[in-house]
């Protein structure tokens, strides 16, 4: 079991979040891939706090926020 730093963790949901998992399948995907933590209330913790810090009403809302982000970062 590899343990994630607090921002690959972060990544590594942000990528499942982007991918259209639900949380459950992101859950699912970190444990099948050994990563650690995986649990189901590590992702809705780390994802509530990303819905506030980006006053995001849903988690669609978080999604489009971030691509939204990055796009334009990476212009």
């Known amino acids: 079991m590899v343990k994630l730093s607090k921002e690959e963790f972060q990544e590594e949901v942000i990528k499942g979040l982007l991918a259209g998992m639900s949380q459950q399948e992101i859950s699912d995907d970190l444990k099948n891939r050994n990563l650690d933590p995986f649990s189901l209330s590590s992702i809705e913790k780390l994802l509530k ?3 506030s810090a980006y006053n ?18 990476k212009k």
């Open 56 to 73: 995001a009403k849903t988690y669609f809302h978080l999604g489009a926020i971030i691509a939204t982000r990055r796009y334009y970062l």
């Open 49 to 51: 706090n990303l819905k």
